[in-house]
């Protein structure tokens, strides 16, 4: 599998198209080929780079936690300046624009909505559309997959983390997203995505994600392909009092608490819903927090593991699995503060466990004493259904 950088940089034609202009490239430290050679290195060998864009946890990746800042610099080799789309600013001012005449966005998502990279394509594309710039998407895979999971965001909860009204679980790759929020949002704009070869996102094991590739964490916490299949379900925790495992070595693998009995969780769980079950196992553990929630105390939650031989990529469902869980929890707990009160991505006047999820719908069916798996299910499914229909005309990958 080449990614898109690499097959730009095998392109004497598109190679050539970029001579002569000042380019921009958006990236991050899993901006690299399959030698681990970095894309700003690269393509400074081939065309005149001009700057460069960092999104959230900055280009060098080094922001651990999460809804911390990243200040501009200049890189040190290059000598040439370095915005940061997580600082000051979200999307680049007119001043950051004026360095490029063309953009070049390599970015690793994880097919996630609430991916915050996938916000800084949206944003980055707008702003190349206001101002006549060329854009060119450098594919690369969806790790999580073709699967589609979870609801659409409502129209108006738009945010840092809600680019469209898109589920939780997508299916797309970054260029295949730009082709639709282009064609969603009316953009004019000239925009070019430079496709994948050898992308294969329906062949086990990896299902797009070839075993050959090696994985560099797109985020401080995005440590492995199992996390970002495991991811558009343990997000949500987030938006609990919950730990989703941050300060521990498997964060948004593991999810518990530290005054919550798992066993009795997961007990329930199964028998609650066991269709929700195949092609995972969720595996009773503890943990304790070095930082974050809980942070010193001994958890007990479990983990998902798609790294074993009866994973079922097209059975597994970590959104429902995830709901199902606080849907117990809920149950054995009636007064338990499951929500957490903050403002999540600097959204102040909306619960953040709704933000996440892109409407208040999830919420709404785990306090609901009467509704059943079955009936997040039905719901699921419409929007589900749905978007599986919608993206079909975006899919560069048949």
């Known amino acids: 599998m080449k990614m898109g950088v690499e097959v730009l940089l095998s392109d004497a034609k598109m190679l050539k198209s970029l001579k002569g202009k000042r380019v921009g490239l958006v990236c991050h430290p899993a901006s690299v080929n399959e030698n681990l050679e970095h894309s700003l290195d690269l393509l400074s060998k081939k065309i005149k780079l001009s700057c460069a864009f960092g999104p959230q946890h900055g280009v060098r ?13 200049v890189d040190p080799v290059h000598k040439i300046p370095i915005f940061s789309l997580y600082g000051e600013v979200r999307r680049p001012t007119p001043e950051m624009m004026s360095h490029f005449d063309v953009l070049l966005f390599d970015l690793q998502d994880l097919g996630c909505r ?7 394509l949206l944003y980055v594309m707008e702003e190349c559309g206001k101002l006549g710039k060329t854009i060119i998407i450098l594919d690369r895979p969806n790790p999580a997959g073709r699967p589609i999971e979870g609801f659409k965001m409502l129209p108006g909860w738009e945010s840092f983390v809600g680019a469209a009204p898109i589920p939780m679980r997508h299916g797309l790759t970054v260029g295949e997203l730009a082709l639709y929020f282009a064609d969603f949002y009316k953009m004019d704009l000239d925009l070019h995505v430079v496709k994948m070869k050898g992308y294969a996102p329906n062949k086990a094991p990896g299902f797009g994600w070839d075993s050959k590739c090696p994985w560099v964490n797109p985020s401080p916490n995005a440590a492995n392909l199992n996390m970002a299949r495991a991811y558009p379900g343990t997000v949500l925790i987030e938006g609990t009092t919950l730990s989703e495992g941050r300060g ?7 999810i518990g608490a530290s005054d919550v009995d798992f066993s009795e969780v997961l007990t329930r769980m199964k028998k609650k819903a066991p269709q929700w079950h195949k092609g995972v196992i969720l595996r009773e553990c503890y943990f304790e927090p070095t930082f974050h929630k809980h942070v010193g105390k001994l958890c007990h939650g479990f983990q998902f593991h798609t790294d074993v031989t009866s994973y079922n990529h097209e059975a597994f469902k970590p959104f429902r699995l995830t709901a199902l869980m606080l849907k117990v929890i809920r149950e054995m707990h009636p007064q338990y503060p499951i929500y957490r009160d903050f403002a999540y991505e600097y959204v102040k006047d909306r619960l953040a466990f709704d933000v996440i999820n892109g409407g208040p719908a999830l919420k709404n069916w785990i306090e609901d004493k009467k509704a059943t798996p079955k009936d997040l299910d039905q719901a699921l499914a419409k929007d589900e259904k749905s978007w599986a229909k919608e993206r079909k005309k975006y899919l560069l990958y048949k």
Do not use: C, H, W
């Open 248 to 254: 521990t070595t498997r964060a948004l693998e593991v």
């Open 61 to 73: 990746g080094d922001k651990q936690d999460n809804m911390i800042e990243s200040p501009d610099f």
């Open 114 to 120: 609430i991916y915050t990279f996938i916000t800084t």
